[in-house]
């Protein structure tokens, strides 16, 4: 399917020279007496470069053909991780390069989205928010309450991010997957 430029926003794949990419970043330029264009900012879902490109007015772009399936995450090796399809139980791997920091976010069991291009894993899609363990936590220092004051933690999956201080070992957190942020902290 071909888009058209109003049809080009963040989040939205296209296909360029047979490869998938993801909008990233868009601009709107209009200028008196000429065109409308359309700089964007696009990064390859199998190499991670990103491409600056600009559309014209009229201009179209092919939309990439992808097929997101639900899949569980097994484990990491040295360069991939491992993912089984949840409907086939097939076992696929993404090398770590394409997986990037979202190996952070990843523990064992966890039910995630792949995407396919072409037949081929090229992409991971986690949910916004995951909840995870946090299993190493500096105690809060007293008297340190002035203003948002936080700490850095270790969670489950070695990942470290800053929390506010009254967060403990053994609590579960909640993190952002998009900003790598504390949301908040799951109750029990």
């Known amino acids: 399917m071909m888009l058209n430029q109003g049809d080009i926003k963040v989040g939205v794949l ?13 601009d709107h330029n209009k200028t008196a007496q000429r065109r409308a264009v359309l700089k964007t900012k696009l990064k390859n879902l199998v190499n991670g470069n990103i491409l600056e490109k600009s559309f014209q007015q009229g201009e179209k772009i092919e939309e990439a053909e992808t097929e ?42 966890m039910d995630v989205d792949v995407l396919y291009f072409q037949g081929k894993t090229v992409a991971l899609k986690l949910p916004i928010k995951i909840a995870l363990k946090v299993t190493s936590a500096p105690p809060g220092v007293k008297g340190n309450s002035a203003g948002n004051v936080t700490k850095v933690v270790e969670l489950e999956t070695g990942m470290q991010i800053s929390v506010p201080m009254f967060i403990s070992e053994g609590e579960v957190v909640i993190v952002n997957t998009d900003t790598g942020e504390y949301v908040g902290r799951e109750q029990n």
């Open 14 to 26: 296209v296909q360029i020279s047979n490869e998938p990419y993801v909008v990233i970043k868009t």
């Open 68 to 109: 997101t399936r639900a899949a569980n995450y097994q484990y990491k090796t040295e360069t991939e991780a491992s993912f089984m399809d949840n409907e086939t139980f097939e076992q696929t791997g993404l090398p770590l390069e394409q997986v990037g920091d979202k190996i952070g976010y990843l523990k064992e069991g």
